[in-house]
């Protein structure tokens, strides 16, 4: 709510479907600095999660089950990868008995790919069938406290809630299930989170503040990682206790502070079945929706391929190998690495796309940078190539996650629609980070338990994300 008795007239008007939308927030006014002030301060709290869980807690409670079923209870991978290392580089002529071993090592290498890209692709794809109808509900919600801060609550509760049970999966089946449905609850929150953006923020602060998110997504996974990886190492699986605290912990300022308008008012037609499901595909009737959306997805797509296995690469793909508990530790260093390439871009890109009002360079920039640090990996198999790897990615993804968002607020079909639409463009980045490690997943086996390839099919996938902008007419 806002502290004065005035109330702003909106920045967007409402259509004939939907009335008494909530007036964008007036710069410089207590409502919007307590807006800005909790708004990093939620979404932190869901970025949390993704970046500990996705990069270090669920590929190493994968690896644990299927080293546990293919190894037995006493196997040990780190010795195993000792032993491949050794074979490769001619230092040792393998026994009968350790040729055993290393193919019981291929096929735990190629199991922990599949059950990995099965784990978080089953996550996102129910993730991405419930987004858009999450984005529509919250568009047609009418409640005292507004739209949206019902689902980010609910999201945060439930969420924190399931995260619970994540150490108690022992195999894979039930670990799909319960991921799938901490992935469920977490979009349940953060797709209406997002589009208080749209709700709330004036039009000339779009990339300002869509900076600030990507900001939060981006430190937040790193930090996330870094403290999972650390947790890991002294606590186990019980590392995922600490970050569902977080989750509810840090919503509630956001929740109490920074207010929506009541929407008790909201003018809404009645909602049918048939078109609730037809009309999540509106946007995509729009021509430059479409191509953004389009690109959005082979962006992530690429993103998955190349960084779904990180934690693996590290042990069973650069030489030397790491160890478990090495790996664990260095591979949050890399998003670290690639931090201060980060923070500049977001610095100077959401900035300097607000004020040329220009989007289409800076992602395809920021695609090709991406792209092209996929290549060094590929070329060079060590530890400072995946540094470098990642510094580039950093550089280029800062970029992209800035002026991603401000595009498709600028090319919302329907502006009183924008949680439905904004669901749909989330729906793209979750599709694409489903299709990546299923597809990165069918390459390592393909290549019996082999990592390298994944970064080719990742370069050319971002380079045609880029390339995907250029059709779009109405933002330049």
């Known amino acids: 709510m806002r502290a004065s008795a005035s109330v702003p007239q909106p920045v967007v008007p409402a259509s004939s479907e939907t009335t008494a939308v909530s007036p964008r927030l007036e710069p410089k006014t207590p409502a919007y600095r307590r807006y800005i002030a909790t708004f990093p301060v939620a979404y932190l709290a869901i970025a949390l999660l993704w970046g500990a869980v996705l990069s270090i807690l669920l590929p190493l409670q994968v690896q644990g089950i299927e080293a546990t079923r293919i190894l037995g209870p006493g196997g040990d991978l780190d010795a195993l990868n000792a032993l491949q290392a050794q074979v490769e580089s001619g230092a040792l002529t393998p026994t009968?008995?350790?040729?055993?071993?290393?193919?019981?090592?291929?096929?735990?290498?190629?199991?922990?790919?599949?059950?990995?890209?099965?784990?978080?692709?089953?996550?996102?794809?129910?993730?991405?069938?419930?987004?858009?109808?999450?984005?529509?509900?919250?568009?047609?919600?009418?409640?005292?406290?507004?739209?949206?801060?019902?689902?980010?609550?609910?999201?945060?509760?439930?969420?924190?809630?399931?995260?619970?049970?994540?150490?108690?999966?022992?195999?894979?089946?039930?670990?799909?299930?319960?991921?799938?449905?901490?992935?469920?609850?977490?979009?349940?929150?953060?797709g209406p989170l997002i589009a208080t953006v749209a709700d709330r923020v004036p039009e000339n602060r779009l990339a300002t503040v869509s900076a600030i998110g990507g900001l939060v997504v981006y430190g937040a996974a790193i930090v996330g990682a870094v403290l999972a990886g650390i947790l890991f190492n002294l606590i186990g699986l019980a590392s995922y206790y600490p970050f569902a605290i977080a989750l509810v912990l840090l919503v509630i300022p956001f929740l109490l502070l920074a207010r929506d308008h009541s929407s008790l008012g909201l003018e809404v037609p009645r909602l049918r079945l048939g078109s609730l499901f037809t009309s999540f595909a509106a946007a995509l009737r729009d021509h430059d929706?479409?191509?953004?959306?389009?690109?959005?997805?082979?962006?992530?797509?690429?993103?998955?391929?190349?960084?779904?296995?990180?934690?693996?690469?590290?042990?069973?793909?650069?030489?030397?190998?790491?160890?478990?508990?090495?790996?664990?530790?260095?591979?949050?260093?890399?998003?670290?690495?690639?931090?201060?390439?980060?923070?500049?871009?977001?610095?100077?890109?959401?900035?300097?796309?607000?004020?040329?009002?220009?989007?289409?360079?800076?992602?395809?920039?920021?695609?090709?940078?991406?792209?092209?640090?996929?290549?060094?990996?590929?070329?060079?198999?060590?530890?400072?190539?995946?540094?470098?790897?990642?510094?580039?990615?950093?550089?280029?993804?800062?970029?992209?996650?800035?002026?991603?968002?401000?595009?498709?607020?600028?090319?919302?079909?329907?502006?009183?629609?924008?949680?439905?639409?904004?669901?749909?463009?989330?729906?793209?980045?979750?599709?694409?980070?489903?299709?990546?490690?299923?597809?990165?997943?069918?390459?390592?086996?393909?290549?019996?338990?082999?990592?390298?390839?994944?970064?080719?099919?990742?370069?050319?996938?971002?380079?045609?994300?880029?390339?995907?902008?250029?059709?779009?007419?109405?933002?330049?």
């Open 96 to 190: 009968a008995d350790q040729l055993e071993q290393l193919n019981l090592l291929a096929q735990l290498n190629a199991a922990r790919a599949s059950s990995l890209s099965l784990v978080t692709s089953a996550g996102v794809l129910l993730a991405m069938i419930m987004q858009p109808i999450i984005g529509t509900l919250s568009d047609r919600t009418r409640t005292k406290w507004g739209r949206r801060a019902p689902f980010v609550a609910a999201g945060a509760l439930a969420g924190a809630a399931v995260m619970c049970l994540m150490p108690i999966a022992s195999n894979i089946a039930v670990l799909v299930i319960v991921w799938s449905l901490v992935q469920l609850s977490g979009n349940l929150a953060q």
């Open 289 to 476: 929706y479409r191509w953004a959306w389009a690109s959005k997805v082979l962006l992530w797509a690429g993103l998955g391929i190349s960084g779904t296995y990180g934690i693996y690469m590290l042990q069973s793909y650069i030489r030397p190998a790491l160890t478990v508990a090495q790996a664990a530790q260095t591979a949050p260093l890399l998003q670290v690495a690639a931090l201060p390439g980060t923070l500049v871009a977001m610095a100077i890109v959401g900035r300097l796309s607000d004020r040329l009002r220009r989007r289409k360079p800076f992602i395809i920039v920021a695609a090709a940078l991406v792209a092209v640090g996929f290549l060094v990996p590929w070329l060079w198999p060590s530890l400072p190539a995946m540094f470098v790897q990642a510094a580039l990615s950093g550089i280029g993804l800062g970029s992209f996650l800035v002026v991603d968002q401000a595009l498709f607020i600028d090319l919302l079909p329907d502006p009183t629609a924008a949680g439905r639409d904004l669901g749909m463009s989330a729906l793209g980045q979750n599709l694409g980070q489903a299709a990546g490690p299923i597809f990165a997943g069918l390459i390592v086996i393909i290549s019996a338990g082999e990592y390298g390839p994944v970064w080719p099919a990742g370069f050319v996938i971002v380079l045609l994300a880029a390339l995907f902008v250029l059709p779009i007419r109405r933002v330049r």
